[in-house]
């Protein structure tokens, strides 16, 4: 997810460059891995852009002094091809200054388009996706002569989401833009015009706006606003006024990042699986650059993460080991290192971790990788230690997490080791191609199952409001859903600094029932009765014997599981899902629960006491 800013005015100055940068600033919480601005002129095109903070950049520009202008582009990154630099920093020029190019989103088709203009002689300065579409955007202008007219040409080539900014030296009044599943909002001003990724781009300048959909292309001057359809046909979009303040706008109108990102979810799931088949349906996995010879001969996988990303490899565990029949072990990245594990180059380490950054993982990837194991990283944030100190990585694409308290980076971090576990199954041949696509098919409709779940947190939060006075509180689960249970009592302690704990629900006969007293809080995961059976009757009649010593239970169970509803105090229902892909339903009850409880103690759900958002020291 990336921040991008569009602006046109009246005048020949440096308030391009103020809206732009200004802009920036406010939607630094959609990427800050590096940033960059284009400037169009009378005497054409002038770029400025740099790895780094978005101070990076500003320094950059203070001291480059650059020329007044008529219209900006600015772009703050979150990548997702090519490490933070400042070759690969946005904007992107295409033919030799002819265009520039701001980009959100991600150009499945890049590779093929990238190499049919290697092929045409074009030299291409960065390893981006963004790229190919600023040089055939110039291809585009040298033959229509229009930027509205070349733009459509180049939109009818990508796959994938994307917002596109351009702007061209012949034509420094105009900025055109496109968007196809990535969001861009229209600012009109007095005589100025601003487009952005969300209102926070401009919101400081005019409350009155244009909402853009789905594949359409605006044309924007200082005087006009015109927008058409992919097929060139004029589209009227409905205007809206902003009624959110400036610092709302930042998290999207939501209250807090937290919530901004529980909400954000379901994209953060669809946009990890984007681009992951290929023309013929075969799952592929194009970054990660491991031998497949290496792949077929692992006998052992390792996850090493800590956290919820810890969690996260639990999950994975159960989903890797029956598709891939490796086994397939967790450990917290902390004690890895110093319990003499068993690893050799049969070994294949899986490191997850949101921020690549976390020291207790990075030194547990050092180990293995000094033991001759094969490492992926599988990461949310591109260009950070882990992956670059890795064999390969498959990244995650849940945008940066500005909470603390991990969310949508934890349910991605799920779907990148479903996603690991197919290719492996694959590779290998423990399960068919229509097997794979049948499971695909399945993760291809869960965003819509999370948004559905999410759709639904007021009586959860309702829930929460009324247990705001609550001491202990415990969390079963059982197969998938104990890693979700852990994950549940993680984020109750994170936020509302409650004390809870997970449990396996099989082990509450060996001591922890002795836990359960009248009025305790136990949450339960219950597993779906289609799946293992035995195992939904087990959880039943735990949930039957902490009734039975006056513990009030809330239970989170697959929508038709009508038994559930007799044995337990409150049932939150989720969408059916097959059995492995559950944690994606069942955790953001439990996130909603916490922060929901924790807003009620009037904690700081974005910063919660203590924590950090990197650990980067062990
Ligand atoms: C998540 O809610 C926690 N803040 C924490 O457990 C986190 O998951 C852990 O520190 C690992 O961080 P990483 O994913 O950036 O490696």
Redesign the pocket.
Known sequence: MCGIVGYVGPSLDSRPMDVAVGGLRRLQYRGYDSAGVALATPAGLHVVKRAGKLEILEAALFEASPPPATAALGHTRWATHGAPTDANAHPHIGGQGRCAIVHNGIIENHAVLRQELADQGVVFASDTDTEVAAHLLAAALEQTGDLTAAMLRTVARLEGAFTLLAVADDVPSTVVGARRSSPLVVGLGDGENFLGSDVAAFIEHTRQALELGEDQVVTMTPQSVKVVDFAGQEVHPRPFTVDWDANAAVKGGFPTFMNKEIHDQPDAIAKTLLGRVDQAGRLQLDELRIDEAVLRRVDKIVVV???????AGHVAKYAIEHWCRIPTEVEL?HEFRYRDPVVDEKTLVVA???????M??IMAVRHARDQGAKVIAV???MGST?PREADAALYTHAGPEIA????K??LA?ITATYLLGLYLAQLRGTLFADEVRAVLAELEAIPDKVGDVIAGEDRIRHLARSMADIGSVLFLGRHVGYPVAL?GA??LK?LAYIHAEGFAAGELKHGPIALIEPGRVVFVVVPSPRGRDQLHAKVLSNISEINARGARTVVIAEEGDVEVAGVAGEVVYVPQTPTLLAPLVTTPPLQIFACELATAKGLDVDQPRN?????TVE
Request: charged share 15%; proline share 0%.
């Open positions: 993460a800590c956290g919820t990303a810890a969690y990245a997850i971790s949101q921020s690549g950054e976390t207790d993982t990461v949310n944030t882990i603390v308290a991990s969310t980076a934890f971090q994950e993680l984020k994170e924590l950090a958002k990197s650990v």
